[in-house]
């Protein structure tokens, strides 16, 4: 399978963890907003580094997928798939032709959804150029699933709390993900 990496055509509206929850999370009164810019940006480093890892969505957006052949859209490198609105391809002259969305369904569930032809309908044929198959789809968590928030705030807390880039009189050391954020995502990974 030859996929391109998705591109975000649309982002979520909003974080899918809040900053209420991350400030309770890392002990902070609700009406103290001295560090309201600093965990907000740590919030959505978070959720952006979960979605890297995971190959998941953790809050509805619209994306751009790009394959090199129909075949690779038996399963789709992300999740969890919504919808599709546009199902494209481009010929090898450089031709692009829109697939009627009554020609294709998507199949599977979860995690694991895909794009086959509809019955009675086969994939266009043809040379096709390297990342010609394009899909557009709605993709995202809604809601967002408990072990997936919890390791959103355990990474914000993280963060949060190893933000000084020196600390005085202590030995100098990677900050490693804590397993127990690994454990969390196990079961949300998209393995192609």
């Known amino acids: 399978m030859a996929w ?21 999370f890392v002990s902070i009164d609700a009406d103290e907003a001295g560090f309201d810019g600093l965990l907000n940006g740590f919030l959505g480093a978070a959720r952006e580094h979960t979605e890297n890892m995971t190959g998941t969505r953790l809050a509805v957006q619209q994306v ?72 557009t789809a709605t993709v995202g968590f809604d809601p967002l699933p408990g072990p997936l928030r919890t390791a959103v705030l355990i990474m914000t807390a993280d963060q949060f709390a190893h933000r000084e880039s020196a600390v005085t009189g202590a030995v100098a050391a990677k900050i490693p993900t804590s397993m127990q954020v690994d454990a969390l995502l196990a079961n949300y990974r998209i393995w192609l």
Do not use: C, M, N
């Not at 391109?4 to 309770?24: C, D, N, Q, R, Y």
């Open 4 to 24: 391109a990496a998705p591109i975000t055509l649309s982002g979520p509206a909003a974080e899918p963890v809040t900053l209420a929850e991350a400030k309770a």
């Open 64 to 135: 751009l997928l790009r394959a090199d052949t129909f075949a690779d859209l038996v399963r789709l490198p992300i999740g969890p798939v919504a919808a599709v609105s546009e199902l494209e391809w481009e010929a090898a002259d450089g031709a692009v032709a829109t697939i009627d969305p009554a020609h294709y369904e998507l199949t599977g569930a979860g995690l694991a959804r895909g794009l086959r032809p509809a019955a009675g309908y086969t994939w266009p044929q043809g040379a096709l150029r390297a990342g010609a198959v394009r899909v």
